[in-house]
């Protein structure tokens, strides 16, 4: 503690939890992410026994943290990876091969012959040329075929980049058959952050007609891969986990019919309520004296580990020594020299006036996608720290 609100007597956050009492008096010398695995656990068994009969395949690049992914090795949990680095990481901490997707579309020729190599066997494609790279480099692998979804309800939706339509995938079948490879379904994702289970509905209509095409049309489809999109709480009301996950499945259910294996891939719905960040304040201050907005720079940014700020879609919740304090606007910022550095601005956060330089602040649910974003030192700040506790 350096400024203002240092001393004795100063204020101390009041924590909702082991996991936030940690975070709130621990020493840090920089921005650090607070796990509490058991916390994962919980979400695991939560989500598993909603999930029934589908095997989660945790979305590694959530949170790759060893301690989480040695916990969920422990608890039987599959992972989906997305490129050798998680492959191997995985693989070194005792996951087994048969239990790892290569869930990337995009893979490196030699990658994917390395994947083989090490013993994975199934793999996600949405293009003819991936199919023909995984053909020449696993041969004999089993595939399953993403598609592009039409509609998302999710607050973080991720629709365009991956997969393929209705035709290219019914087509990819065949093609992948005619390479020597095993199609074994498709997947798709219905977008990050969908709150509530209703939410898939119409995407779910629309990939149980897709899978109706493709039996139609002679193929014998045994694999449906729902991918994440389990939500996590920033602050507005989500479905409690093991009741969204049964609901979920309830719908799947009854539009995959022949669906021998349903594979489900949470990732922030597993960690981000395991994690909370500890930050300072670096900076408050008003642009002007009519301004009614004041600026709170924190010591993470948009470079650091908060990159889910963008475009202010996931909005994280607060905890400082002086909440139940009179409030006001603020637009907050990070500490970087880059103008792209700022959390929210079109719509201001509400923080106690009494912030100032030198306070914790503390960033609920952040264990998913903050680490993992977090640049190497982008102007000379340190990537955020991770300890679990
Ligand atoms: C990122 C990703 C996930 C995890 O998504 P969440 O919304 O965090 O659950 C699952 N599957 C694939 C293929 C992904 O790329």
Redesign the pocket.
Known sequence: MTAANAGASAPQIRAANRLEAFAATAEFDRPTLVLDVDRVEAQYHALKSGLGRADI?Y?V??NPHRAILERLIALGSHF?A?SRGEIELCLSLGAKAEHISF??TIKRAADIAWAHSAGITVF?ADADEELEKIAAHAPGASVYI?LIVETSN?D?P?TRK?GCDRDTALRLLDVAKDLGLTPLGF?F?V????RRAEFWEPTLDEMGAIWQAARDAGHDLGLINI????PAFYGEAIQAPAEYAARVMEMVEARFPGAAKIMA??????VAEAGVIACEVMLTSRKSERDVHRWVYLSIGRFSGLAETEGEAIRYEFATPHDGGPTGPCILAGPSCDSADVLYEKRPTQLPLALAAGDRVLIRNTG??TSTYSSVCFNGFPPLDVVAI
């Open positions: 395949h979305a690049k959530a989906d997305a869930g990337n996600a993403r999710a973080w991720l991956f997947s994702h977008g990050s952050q969908t991918g994440g999109g389990f891939e949470p990732g922030r719905g597993l998913a996608y």
